[in-house]
């Protein structure tokens, strides 16, 4: 793996969302500042982040069973094993895998633990999904833009403000994309819980200076257009499954999609 950025330093004055759902997860790699928001959170936050998880693994399994083997992954977040790239090379041990995300501390342990097979290449660059085409230029480096790619934005659109154009960067990104691609795509929502939850982690978040915009699934839904939904669809996250048995049927509060590139 190689990482072309310079080393910066760490601001541990306040938390960060990769920090916190690393907290969530039950991770080590978080501080007191992402400790004090994650203990805020009411406990079906824990879950949330869980089920997140869970859909990542089988949406990239059944895209790397599909023939693809080329991912950038932006928002990755700190490394928790099994991360993307084990979980594809596991499969097909050439693939090739981008990390973006943009805290310090997660280039520290990519360094360290995002190793790819000897077949295939993981790299990364610290960058903000909010200037796509600097992702976009690193990511030409490592993949082979005119044979398909995996796009994954994880549990990252709902902390971009409707202001910086969440719609118009996921366009940017797929539009660079070639014909058979896939968006691999989940969302935080408001639409399963009651005013009162849904405030307490909006405020909660917004105290630690992270803005959360929850949408609905229409809302989400238009993150799609253009796209081919594969079945089952956008739905929440346990219902999403495709060549393995149907996880336990909980409750969650993000939808969840994928999406072939025409």
């Keep these: 793996m190689t990482a072309r950025t310079p080393k910066p330093q760490v601001d541990t004055s306040k938390p960060h969302p990769a920090r916190v759902y690393d907290y969530l997860l ?14 805020q959170l009411p406990e079906a936050s824990r879950r949330d982040s869980r089920l997140n998880r869970e859909f990542m ?14 991912f950038l992954d932006i928002g990755t977040g700190i490394p928790t094993e099994p991360n993307l790239h084990q979980i ?16 310090p501390i997660v280039l520290r342990h990519a360094e360290a633990l995002l190793i790819s097979t000897a077949e295939g290449v993981t790299d990364y660059i610290e960058a903000d999904v909010r200037r796509p085409g600097e992702i976009l230029d690193h990511a030409r480096g490592i993949l082979d833009f005119s044979r398909p790619v995996a796009l ?4 990252l659109m709902h902390f971009i403000a409707d202001e910086d154009d969440p719609y118009g960067i996921t366009r940017t990104l797929v539009d660079a994309l070639p014909s058979g691609s896939v968006l691999v795509f989940s969302q935080g929502t408001a639409d399963f819980q009651p005013q009162s939850l849904v405030g307490r982690v909006t405020h909660t978040y917004g ?30 996250a346990p219902h999403w499954y495709r060549d393995t048995p149907a996880p336990a049927d909980e409750q969650s509060s993000f939808y969840v999609g994928v999406a072939r590139v025409r």
């Design 152 to 155: 994954s934005l994880i549990a």
């Design 88 to 103: 594809v090379q596991g499969i097909a041990p050439t693939s090739r895998v981008v990390y973006t995300d943009n805290d």
């Design 57 to 70: 693994h089988r949406a990239v399994a059944w895209v790397a069973r599909e023939g693809i083997a080329q």
């Design 207 to 236: 105290k630690g200076g992270i803005a959360l915009r929850l949408r609905t699934h229409a809302e989400v839904l238009r993150f799609f257009d253009g796209l081919d939904l594969v079945e089952p669809g956008l739905v929440t």
């Design 26 to 39: 039950g991770g080590k790699d978080n501080y007191v500042v992402d400790q004090e928001v994650g203990k």
